[in-house]
Nanobody, 123 residues
Framework: QGELVESGGGLVQAGDSLRLSCAASGRTFGNGAMGWFRQAPGKEREFVAAISWGGGVTVYADSVKGRFTASRDNARNTMYLRMNSLKPEDAAVYYC????????????????WGKGTLVTVSS
């Protein structure tokens, strides 16, 4: 069994930056894709970003493209999400996920999920 633990959420002002981390334990996720989702109050969970095993391929939701950057350090079993120019509409609980490939994550599915970290953006 594997576990994903997110960290780095918090309260920021619009325009600020934040970096989320996702630490994997219990098994290595180095041979699969990982990604980020978010869910705002009253809304459905939505795909944010995904990154391939080697980090060479990344995909993003249109709403975050150009502002968010996903990266990973397989030696540390950790994935990151750098979020720049945050907007109030970015406020949500952000979830880390792992799956065998990017297409699975981009389609909204995953084999493993974290419990989430809250990001609040004040205007």
């Amino acid at each position: 069994q594997g576990e994903l633990v997110e960290s780095g959420g918090g309260l920021v002002q619009a325009g600020d930056s934040l970096r989320l981390s996702c630490a994997a334990s219990g098994r290595t996720f180095g041979n699969g894709a990982m990604g980020w989702f978010r869910q705002a109050p009253g809304k459905e969970r939505e795909f944010v970003a995904a990154i391939s095993w080697g980090g060479g391929v990344t995909v993003y939701a249109d709403s975050v493209k150009g502002r968010f950057t996903a990266s990973r350090d397989n030696a540390r079993n950790t994935m990151y999400l750098r979020m720049n120019s945050l907007k109030p509409e970015d406020a949500a609980v952000y979830y880390c996920a792992a799956a065998s490939n990017i297409a699975t994550i981009q389609g909204g599915s995953a084999s493993y999920w974290g419990k989430g970290t809250l990001v609040t953006v004040s205007s």
